[in-house]
């Protein structure tokens, strides 16, 4: 091997161990994400679970997997009649139940 090829060889394994010295320093931390989830900012209304929408679920902070599980009880002709029935939606945590529960209003059906 002559010597401008290991030349060649040692810069390019500087650069390689510079640019990945560069991409983990740039990586988010683990915890970004709980931090992004933490700082989203979720709004308190009055809402009805029988005909609000994913986008009003999503304004409450209810996440898309639950929303997902509220629309698919819906399909199969689920309704909510009181209050507590939004509690048993899959997913959804006592603490966030009991944080939505005061802004329920099911409108009354025949």
């Known amino acids: 091997m002559q010597k401008n090829d290991r030349l060649v060889i040692i ?7 510079v640019v990945s010295v560069v991409m983990y320093v740039s990586l988010p931390s683990p915890d970004s994400y709980a931090e992004y989830q933490g700082s989203k900012k ?3 209304f009055y809402f009805d679970p029988n005909t609000a929408d994913s986008i009003q679920f999503a304004r409450l902070g209810i996440l898309p997997r639950q929303i997902h599980n509220i629309y698919k009880y819906r399909a199969k002709g ?33």
Not at 11 to 17: D, I, N, P, T
């Open 11 to 17: 810069a390019l394994l500087v650069l390689l161990v």
């Open 42 to 44: 979720t709004e308190l």
């Open 78 to 110: 689920g309704r909510f009649r009181k209050p507590s029935d939004f509690s048993r939606i899959y997913g959804l945590s006592k603490e966030k139940y009991d944080e939505l529960e005061p802004y329920i209003k099911i409108q009354k059906y025949r």
